[in-house]
Nanobody, 114 residues
Framework: QLSFVESGGGSVRPGGSLRLSCTASEYGIGAFAIGWFRQAPGKDHEGVACMSPHDGMTAYVDSVKGRFTISRDNAKNTVYLQMNSLKPEDTAIYSC???????WGQGTQVTVSS
C-alpha cells in the first residue's frame, strides 16, 4: 500500500495562504484518484478536494470552492493543495490519500487565527 508524507502546514492569519504538499512512498500516484482530507478536533475526516487520475477533473467541497486548488505532479509523485483566503474554520490536520483511502500519514497542521 502507498503511504504519504504531508508538509507545508503552519499558522496564518485569516485571509492568508498556504501551499500543502503530499508525497507518496512509492512511484505511481498518477494511477489513482487522489484527495485532500482534513480532520478538525473531535470530528471525522472531511473530504476537501479530489482529482481524477487520467483527465485531471477536480471537485471540491462547497466550503472551499474558489479558495482551494488541488494539483498533482506525477513525475514528482506529489500532490499539492493551494489554499487561499483562509478562514478560522479551515483549521484542521490536512492529509492526502488515494480514493478509496490507503494508509493515512500523520498529516500537516493548518491553524488559521488572528
Amino acid at each position: 500500500q502507498l503511504s504519504f508524507v504531508e508538509s507545508g502546514g503552519g499558522s496564518v492569519r485569516p485571509g492568508g495562504s498556504l501551499r500543502l504538499s503530499c508525497t507518496a512512498s512509492e512511484y505511481g500516484i498518477g494511477a489513482f484518484a487522489i484527495g485532500w482530507f482534513r480532520q478538525a478536533p473531535g470530528k471525522d475526516h472531511e473530504g476537501v478536494a479530489c482529482m481524477s487520475p487520467h483527465d485531471g477533473m477536480t471537485a471540491y467541497v462547497d466550503s472551499v470552492k474558489g479558495r482551494f486548488t488541488i494539483s498533482r505532479d506525477n513525475a514528482k509523485n506529489t500532490v499539492y493543495l493551494q489554499m487561499n483566503s483562509l478562514k478560522p474554520e479551515d483549521t484542521a490536520i490536512y492529509s492526502c490519500n488515494t480514493i478509496p483511502p490507503q494508509t493515512w500519514g500523520q498529516g500537516t497542521q493548518v491553524t488559521v487565527s488572528s
